[in-house]
């Protein structure tokens, strides 16, 4: 009989610090970034920002997975973003047959979001890296890594950016240059 009591107590005080805890989130000021869905103001500022086009292969990747970040753009795009990328692989740790035991591989983005005057309404840089071990003295494996671990880097760095562009128009900063 005194099992079931207790068990009861428990519940009723876990809910008691569930229902604090939900009341202290509320009033902590946190808000949707996405709030009134695809008619809200970021969704509305994300499907104004057109890819300029991105050179070589990485910058098919990136602007791909930026698009699939920021969601289709409407037919009069206010905003531009231009994105300059950087690579870098570099071989470390020798084996005893002189071949390179790992790689890191960095990708850089420099971009601008100009408006449709083009000015520059936000400049910034972002970047991810990745290790990848050379286990095989197979130069196609090594460059099949290099190629898989560019495709990853290339969706992380597209979400850096879009992340930094949905809270640039959640601070209320993007607003197209005829409404200003």
Excluded: W
């Excluded at 840089?125 to 890594?145: L, Q, R, W």
């Amino acid at each position: 009989a005194g099992q079931p009591r207790r068990m009861s107590r428990v519940r009723a005080l876990t809910a008691g610090a569930l229902l604090a805890a939900g009341l202290m989130l509320g009033s902590c000021g946190l808000q949707p970034v996405y709030s009134g869905g695809s008619t809200g103001t970021v969704a509305t500022a994300m499907s104004d920002i057109a890819i300029a086009p991105i050179a070589n292969g990485k910058g098919y990747l990136v602007s791909t997975a930026l698009r699939h970040e920021l969601g289709p753009v409407n037919g009069n795009p206010q905003f531009r973003i231009e994105i300059e990328l950087e690579e870098q692989i570099l071989g470390f740790g020798i084996r005893d047959n002189n071949t390179i035991a790992a790689e890191r591989i960095t990708l850089r983005a420099r971009y601008e979001l100009k408006d449709a005057n083009g000015k520059v309404l936000l400049l910034a840089t972002t970047g991810s890296d990745m290790s990848i071990d050379n286990v095989s003295s197979s130069d196609y494996a090594t460059v099949a890594a290099e190629t898989s671990a560019i495709e990853r880097l290339s969706i992380v760095v597209a979400q850096q950016i879009a992340q930094r562009l949905t809270l640039f128009a959640k601070s209320g900063q993007l607003v197209p240059a005829a409404a200003k």
